[in-house]
């Protein structure tokens, strides 16, 4: 009897190559075979779970026993598997996927920050469909160039994806080096809001916004943008000047402040909210899970081996 898709998608994000080589023996479908995330939404192929879980003897297994280069990505939100690899930083994978022959589209080209691809790919004027998460081209944009190629096109400023990301969050949630292309952005009509100067850490903004708007340092959202960001003397400006360490998002799972933390792994961001008195018992409102189960989750889900120290910290704080 075959194996459900979905049991094989969980060997494959387990890392269980065995058995995986084990269920290709009897079924060798299984390697094209879209089923249930077993973490996240979507309904990806197992090449996709070896890149997010980087097994990277898994992902070869997969491609010598068959499995498409390029996905059908119709039930992943338009994610390609090299697409996975470039986005997750995992060079080994692309260059792999790369040498076999992976198609290379837009998406690909803008991640890969390739402008003379982009260029081509841009050249009769129009921007393809459909779109990765259903947003803006603009949001994989990684160069100066490529969102003037873009702009130039007709791509959208404004509209978010289905995860409510628009281009200028996109740019705002990749630190320093989103900074230029967050202005670029601004020039051509875009505009901020102070969740968005809270991720890239721009405190001279946040202040003047502040000093005309006292009631923003009451929107936890900023506070949790800043803790995304990785910001740390910006999260302890806030915190001095009255921002709750116990903020918590209204948007995905509902987290507090110390649930992202301890998801990133940055364990000084996670003492310097416990020490601001933020509650480490605390439940996120979807999973009704504390700080602790979100770090020892990443660990697994991400491979986020700073976790380990956030767990030892949590774990042994007093109950």
């Known amino acids: 009897m075959s194996t459900h898709p979905a049991l094989f998608l969980r060997l494959v994000a387990g890392g269980l190559i065995e058995d995986v080589r084990q269920e290709?023996?009897?079924?060798?479908?299984?390697?094209?075979?879209?089923?249930?995330?077993?973490?996240?939404g979507g309904r990806p192929q197992p090449l996709h779970l070896a890149i997010e879980n980087q097994h990277l003897e898994i992902?070869?297994?997969?491609?010598d026993a068959g499995a498409d280069l390029n996905g059908n990505n119709l039930e992943y939100d338009h994610w390609s598997p090299l697409m996975l690899t470039i986005q997750r930083g995992h060079a080994e994978m692309r260059d792999e996927l790369l040498r076999r022959g992976?198609?290379?589209?837009?998406?690909?080209?803008?991640?890969?920050?390739?402008?003379?691809?982009?260029?081509?790919l841009l050249q009769d004027g129009s921007l393809p469909e459909p779109v990765p998460n259903g947003g803006s081209w603009l949001n994989f944009a990684r160069t100066p160039r490529a969102?003037?190629?873009?702009?130039r096109c007709g791509a959208d400023l404004t509209v978010k994806d289905r995860w409510g990301v628009s281009p200028v969050a996109a740019m705002s949630q990749l630190g320093p080096t989103g900074v230029p292309l967050l202005r670029l952005l601004l020039a051509n009509g875009a505009t901020a809001t102070p969740e968005q100067y809270a991720r890239l850490?721009?405190?001279t903004m946040l202040a003047t916004l502040m000093e005309r708007n006292p009631a923003l340092l009451a929107n936890a959202e900023i506070t949790m943008q800043a803790v995304e960001g990785g910001h740390l003397a910006l999260v302890q400006w806030l915190i001095e000047r009255g921002a709750g360490a116990n903020g918590r998002t209204a948007e995905r799972s509902r987290q507090t402040l110390?649930?992202?933390?301890?998801?990133?792994?940055?364990?000084?961001?996670?003492?310097?909210?416990?020490?601001?008195?933020?509650?480490p018992t605390a439940l996120d409102g979807e999973h009704q899970t504390t700080p602790l189960v979100w770090a020892e989750t990443a660990i697994e889900f991400s491979k986020n081996e700073a976790c380990r120290d956030v767990v030892a910290y949590l774990a042994n704080l007093p109950q």
Do not use: T
């Not at 992976?102 to 081509?120: Q, S």
């Not at 301890?262 to 310097?272: D, E, F, R, S, Y």
């Open 59 to 63: 992902f070869r297994l997969l491609l």
């Open 102 to 120: 992976a198609r290379v589209g837009l998406a690909e080209a803008l991640l890969m920050a390739d402008d003379e691809a982009v260029n081509a």
């Open 258 to 279: 110390l649930h992202s933390a301890a998801w990133n792994g940055n364990l000084p961001m996670v003492k310097l909210l416990v020490n601001a008195g933020a509650d």
């Open 147 to 151: 969102i003037e190629l873009l702009l």
């Open 201 to 203: 850490g721009d405190r």
């Open 24 to 40: 290709i023996s009897q079924d060798p479908s299984l390697v094209n075979a879209n089923g249930p995330h077993p973490f996240v």
